[in-house]
């Protein structure tokens, strides 16, 4: 298992900040993903026979954001990347 794959010049890769372990992704390309039992994090299982598809479908049903994809270095998805919230530096300091 692994939360950083790559395939070819496709990475893929989990941030273990932006997964809450709600499973969607382990739903949508069951024996791809999976959650760690230790972290309860989504993480890769069987990356050598994943396929794209799988590891985009799963990507997608991603409500957070959490699987990331990129191509030759590239980010392929999300094409956006919005902030979590409390992600930002000094976030619980207010600034004058
Ligand atoms: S769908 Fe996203 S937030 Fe939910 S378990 Fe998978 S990676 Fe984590």
Do not use: W
């Not at 893929?12 to 390309?29: F, G, H």
């Not at 994090?41 to 997608?60: C, K, M, S, W, Y």
């Amino acid at each position: 298992m692994a939360m950083d794959i790559t395939k070819g010049s496709t990475r893929v890769y989990i941030d273990p900040k932006r997964c809450i372990a709600n499973a969607k992704c382990t739903t949508a390309a069951p024996g791809v993903y999976v959650l760690d039992e230790e972290t309860g994090v989504a993480v890769i299982e069987n990356p050598d026979d994943a396929t794209i598809d799988q590891l985009f479908a799963g990507a997608r049903a991603c409500p957070t954001q959490a699987i990331i994809i990129e191509q030759f270095g590239r980010r392929l998805f999300p094409t956006i990347l919005t902030p979590m919230f409390g992600a930002g530096k000094n976030s619980d300091e207010s600034d004058s």
